[in-house]
């Protein structure tokens, strides 16, 4: 079965620090991979997806993420945060094939930036 | 486009008492799914639908929960009789078919508690 794991459950980072989540998925197939944003009390809105092509993505408020396929791993990162930043962050997955749009979830990450 | 829509926004309700969540997916998109976020739990999916008919429900946690989707623009997630451990956020979400990196776009979500 499909899986996903995010290492870090709580990040508290100062602002201006550089950001790097972890992300590791289990599938040997072609898979599509994205990186989801929650703030406070709010829905799950997306960050970047990864489809094909370059294995480096740029996403919205200077994410970024790259899918290096031998490691099975997608990482977000961002040079440096800001107290904005402080959301939950979701790592999904989702095999190419057989007509299935189901997306696995990660975890989550909860990120606080302190001012 | 209006976006993933959601209603009630907040539900209290007594335990024992029926539930009624409902979502209406961006128009054109032809994948419904219903999400359960808890703190212990996280991100659960519950059932998803494709062209209005049930794909996997194997997330619907017991028979008390329910889900239809009559028609294309509109699904409702029912609990019967409704217990304090259904206290949640409920996210519904689409996807189209034509996206080929099956991205799933979110609902503002509905926060039950059970009394």
């Known amino acids: 079965a499909q899986s996903v794991s995010q290492h870090n459950h709580h990040v508290i980072l100062s602002e201006a620090a550089s950001l790097e989540l972890g992300c590791n998925y289990s599938y040997g197939g072609t898979v599509n991979l994205f990186w989801y944003v929650q703030y406070p009390g709010q829905h799950l809105q997306l960050l970047l997806k990864?489809?094909?092509?370059?294995?480096l993505v740029k996403g919205i408020k200077g994410f970024e993420a790259e899918f290096i396929k031998s490691k099975f791993s997608f990482n977000l990162r961002k040079p440096s945060v800001q107290w904005s930043d402080t959301a939950e962050y979701f790592c999904a997955v989702n095999a190419r094939g057989g007509g299935y749009n189901k997306l696995i979830f990660g975890a989550g990450t909860r990120l606080a930036v302190h001012p | 486009d209006a976006g993933v829509i959601q209603s009630p926004r907040h539900e209290v309700t007594e335990m024992g008492q029926e539930v009624t969540l409902r979502c209406k997916p961006i128009?054109?998109?032809?994948?419904l799914f219903w999400y359960r976020q808890t703190m212990m739990r996280g991100l659960e999916l519950l059932i998803y639908f494709n062209n209005n008919v049930p794909i996997d429900d194997s997330g619907m946690p017991e028979d008390r929960f329910s889900a239809k989707m009559p028609n294309a623009s509109f699904s409702t997630l029912k609990i019967q009789p409704s217990e304090p451990r259904d206290s949640a956020v409920y996210f519904c979400?689409?996807?189209?078919?034509?996206?080929?990196?099956?991205?799933?776009?979110f609902g503002p979500g509905t926060r039950l508690t059970v009394l």
């Open positions: 128009s054109g998109h032809d994948y």
């Open positions: 990864y489809f094909s092509g370059d294995p």
């Open positions: 979400a689409s996807s189209p078919t034509r996206d080929r990196s099956n991205e799933q776009f």
